[in-house]
């Protein structure tokens, strides 16, 4: 499977603040999604990004909240705007497998916002 | 009614003993299930994967799927602590790759 980083591993932020979150891939693939794990819970789809067009959003959650963007087949960011202390979450990327509809994951970002 | 549900746990079985993890999803059209083992302050990583009616063994996890009761199962056999963990069921609901994941169950396993 493909090796994916993640940067920052960890950061903790001021309310009104924006946080940018970076996804790196050794390997070319054509989807990226980002996903939501808030304290407790499971994961939350946030997005999908492919490369080449804009993010799709799932219900509820919006471009001007998370903006996406994804340059190239390798690399992918996401960024949590205007933060609230209800963004306080675990964010993780996952790109897809080798052909089996498998996906895998980053080792995530922990956000804490104040 | 949650589009995949689990039971939350934990799940207590003793070292060497079976584990039984249960997973049901609502939507009938759904076609690839997943199972994932996420430890504490870690991310999810894949353990197995599921298209078809019946079982898929690999080493000590068995993943049974049956379609028409819209039930998914992941058995782990001769489990170790080192098992201990959160399993999340994913199901992927048609061909857009989006997984819906359930709220994991928590599995201890005692020396």
């Known amino acids: 499977s493909a090796v994916i980083s993640q940067k920052p591993s960890r950061d903790i932020c001021q309310r009104g603040t924006s946080l940018t979150i970076q996804c790196q891939v050794d390997s070319q693939v054509t989807m990226m999604f980002w996903y939501r794990q808030q304290p407790g819970q499971s994961l939350t789809l946030i997005a999908t990004a492919n490369q080449g067009s804009e993010a799709t959003y799932e219900s509820g959650f919006v471009i001007d909240k998370f903006p996406i963007s994804r340059p190239n087949l390798t690399f992918s960011t996401l960024t949590v705007s205007n933060m609230s202390p209800e963004d306080s979450s675990i964010y993780l990327c996952s790109v897809e497998g080798q052909g089996n509809n498998e996906q895998f994951f980053g080792p995530g970002t922990r956000l804490t916002v104040l | 009614q949650k589009e995949v549900e689990q039971n939350s746990g934990p799940l207590s079985v003793p070292e060497g003993a079976i584990a039984s993890l249960n997973c049901t999803y609502s939507?009938?059209?759904?076609?690839?299930f997943f199972w994932y083992r996420q430890y504490s302050g870690k991310s999810p990583e894949l353990i197995m994967f599921?298209?078809?009616?019946g079982d898929k063994e690999d080493g000590r996890f068995t993943a049974q799927l049956n379609k028409a009761s819209q039930y998914v199962s992941l058995l782990i056999r001769d489990s170790q602590p080192s098992d201990s963990a959160t399993y999340l069921c994913?199901?992927?609901?048609?061909?857009?790759?989006?997984?819906?994941f359930g709220s994991g169950t928590r599995l201890l396993v005692r020396p």
């Open positions: 994913a199901v992927m609901m048609d061909s857009s790759y989006k997984l819906i």
């Open positions: 939507d009938r059209g759904s076609q690839s």
């Open positions: 599921i298209y078809s009616n």
